[in-house]
């Protein structure tokens, strides 16, 4: 992050805007909408700044910039169509300490003014670092469609009543919940169709029949998907902006986890190869106690909570303890990494069923019913197969599966990291010594894989940091 983002209080306070252009008009009217007191330095003023003279506090000065002009001043910005003044502009309110937005020249600028909904008290701003304003204007109109005008009197009623929820809760956990309830259900469907008295009599009822948690809370298993945060469900957005306590796996991508709410407390259990970071039966544990103190807390677990991600155990436990919980399913990466890598699982001239497999069995073995998996006709996708590929090599051909059958090994799949080898069984496994995969890897095997070449739709160039595809040539 470039830039940290806030909101500044300039009511009554001094501001400088140099430039009486087009480019001034939208920031003086800005800071005009913030209740500043703004000084115009300008040798001509564009017709809209003329007609707002006589409105607020603005203040003109008819001459070109002077160093003089930035005394007491507490913002500044530059909006000449002059670089070179709008550079000494920065430059001196720099030496100053105080904040200097150049228009249109980033690298000038302390602060940048970002594209703004105005749903007062409720005020949304977006912005691209300075990369590209037309985006963040794009990005503003469409906010505008989801944000309707109704949320600044929503906001107006949380002022009215903040000192009173917070007099009526005195757990900050209970106060969230509380608003929790009343921002997503009738109280504020009241606003929104312009109901303000019914609004105000729903609130009354809200805070006369609430009372502070009995301190039993609730466990919300999630699946987060196998890496792209687009790949989340409505209700798993919901959720982990709700949850107090994250307990998240090592599976789960840094930017879906940065999707859960700020305040949360984060608590990391993810499990490597001979390095558990919490035993299976301590997480299980771990959920039912955080529960019980109250807390609402979200199980975020890589792919699908309840394929390979064990979430059947954790919410047997819950059910014995009497935890309520709630399961949210989410994209299992055998779909989603297969479909980001251009391979159908089934199709129907090369394979009418697919197979999920574990390559690690909970014994540490791979004792699977090898004859079943080496049938025809079939798709079989490997969970945590890159350690056992050896295994899966030797036991697929030793039951007959040609050395031909394609193989194809997605490396983080559905991210702008996926990587994606294709060989044969007779191959896969020198081109796998030549040049490694990283954990997470999956591993499909089937006729369906040769389809790639044609249906590879998620590009990923080789040549930067996005990742890269590694083709290996059927029998090499």
Known sequence: MQYLPIFLDVRGQPCLVVGGGEVAVRKVTNLLRAQAAVTLVAPELAAPLRAALGEGSLTHIERGFQAADLEGMRLVVAATDDRTVNRQVAELAKARGVPVNVVDQGEDSSFIMPSVIDRSPVVVAVSTGAASPVLARLLRTRLESVIPAAYGRLGELCARYRDRVKARFEDHRDRRRFWDRVLQGGVAERIFSGHLAEADAAMELELARATPAAGMGEVYLVGAGPGDPDLLTFRALRLMQQADVVVYDRLVAKPILDMTRRDARRVYVGKERNNHAMRQEEINR????????????????????????????????????????????????????????????????????????????KDGTMDLNWPQLAQPHQTLVFYMGLIGLPVIVRELTAQGVPETMPVALVQQGTTHLQRVYTGTLGNILDAVAADPPKPPTLVIVGEVVSLRDRLNWFQTPEVSDQGATTPIAPGS
């Open 286 to 361: 771990l959920l039912a106690d955080l529960a019980k103190e109250g807390h609402r807390v979200l199980r975020l677990k890589g792919g699908d909570p309840f394929i390979f991600g064990r979430g059947g155990e954790e919410i047997d436990t819950l059910a014995a303890e009497g935890v309520p919980f709630q399961v949210v399913p989410g994209i299992t990466a055998a779909s989603g990494c297969a479909a980001y890598a251009g391979i159908p699982l089934t199709h129907r001239d090369y394979a009418q069923s697919v197979t999920f497999v574990t390559g690690h069995l």
